[in-house]
């Protein structure tokens, strides 16, 4: 479902909405999905201050989009990577992605007494800062790098995010033989399949950046 607003553009993915119409008439369902609609909230609240960031320097957010697996923001990427790109407008870019991890933190010793908050906020913060597309880790190493040069093959961030996700993979099978634990395999296989959703975005935007400069 897509709602557009003078401000900007909603949208909601359809099994979310069916997930949240059973959650409000299943009173079983709504103690399962507990867990889920608490973090879903930190990611929210993530993702507002990302866009609260980007406004505040002029950069326009074009939409918002919920899903079961989370909420993203629509920064339009041609205010941020364009022709007057330089020192100052990289580390823009640094901070407006830096501002969901930072708002996680603020959120988990703001609320460090509750063990589940503090655990949650800091776990998303920790995650979101990992250089794996489209995680705002990776966008940040992507500024980072820019600082050295201003083009950078695809290549060079690939094989960072490779390597990456091959450590998480190999951390996975240890922690599986050492304590048949799957949670950080779950959390591989999540990262990778909202990197496989992404990746069809990615190349679009790529081909639109091509084709603007």
Request: contains cysteine.
């Amino acid at each position: 479902m897509k709602i557009n607003t003078p401000i900007l553009k909603i949208e909601i993915e359809t099994i979310f909405i069916i997930i949240v119409f059973i959650s409000i008439f299943s009173q079983i369902f709504q103690n399962y999905m507990l867990s889920y609609y608490i973090c879903y909230l930190f990611i929210l609240f993530h993702e507002l201050a990302h866009m609260l960031i980007s406004s505040l320097f002029g950069i326009n957010v074009k939409g918002i989009k919920f899903t079961i697996s989370g909420v993203s923001i629509n920064i339009d990427k041609h205010d941020l990577y364009n022709d007057k790109l330089n020192f100052i407008s990289i580390i823009r870019n640094i901070i407006i992605y830096l501002a969901g991890p930072i708002s996680n933190i603020i959120l988990a010793f703001t609320f460090h007494s509750i063990e589940m908050v503090f655990e949650i906020n800091i776990f998303l913060a920790i995650v979101n800062l990992l250089p794996i597309y489209p995680l705002d880790g990776y966008n940040i190493l992507k500024n980072i790098l820019l600082l050295k040069n201003k083009y950078i093959e695809d290549r060079i961030l690939d094989n960072i995010e490779n390597a990456f996700m091959s450590i998480l993979f190999v951390i996975a099978i240890f922690q599986f033989v050492l304590t048949t634990n799957i949670s950080i395999f779950i959390f591989v296989l999540y990262v990778y399949m909202l990197k496989q959703i992404s990746k069809k975005d990615r190349k679009i935007a790529n081909i639109i950046d091509y084709l603007t400069y």
